[in-house]
């Protein structure tokens, strides 16, 4: 098993649609709530994996139709929006799971800033994705 574990995710809050209804899931989305069970299974194997919230630098609206509506427009355009620093050390992970919600049937534009903005060379990547069917509870 790897020395250096990292989990590093990006979640939307807020109002997210759930069972065809619109519903508020808080501050904490699908994403970081499945990154921050996966720590927790990890650590009772004995296994310390390091959380890494990835966000944007200009937040995504807490509206379901605001995030839709810019969510969308960076797909079309191929974007990649600045996202915060970090994480530190971010060069001694070995392995790094790497967590996203499904956007338009692709990763969202905050993982391809963090893809763009971190050399992965060397490193194992396991991704896991949510879909905004079900909150987890």
Not at 5 to 32: M, R
Not at 81 to 91: C, Q, V
Not at 109 to 132: E, M, Q, Y
């Amino acid at each position: 098993m790897p020395k250096n574990i990292l989990i590093a995710y990006f979640s939307h809050g807020g109002e997210n649609l759930v069972d065809d209804q619109i519903v508020d899931l808080g501050d904490e989305g699908n994403t970081k709530i499945a990154a921050k069970k996966l720590a927790a299974l990890l650590g009772e194997k004995g296994i310390k994996a390091n959380l890494f919230e990835i966000e944007p630098l200009i937040p995504y609206d807490r509206s379901y139709e605001g995030t839709l509506a810019r969510s969308r427009q960076e797909y079309q355009d191929g974007a990649a929006p600045l996202i915060n620093d970090g994480p530190n050390g971010y060069e001694a992970y070995d392995l790094i799971f790497l967590g996203y919600p499904n956007w338009w049937g692709t990763i969202p534009a905050p993982i391809l800033s963090f893809l763009r903005d971190h050399d992965l060379k060397g490193k194992t990547i396991i991704p896991f994705v949510t879909h905004g069917g079900q909150r987890f509870l």
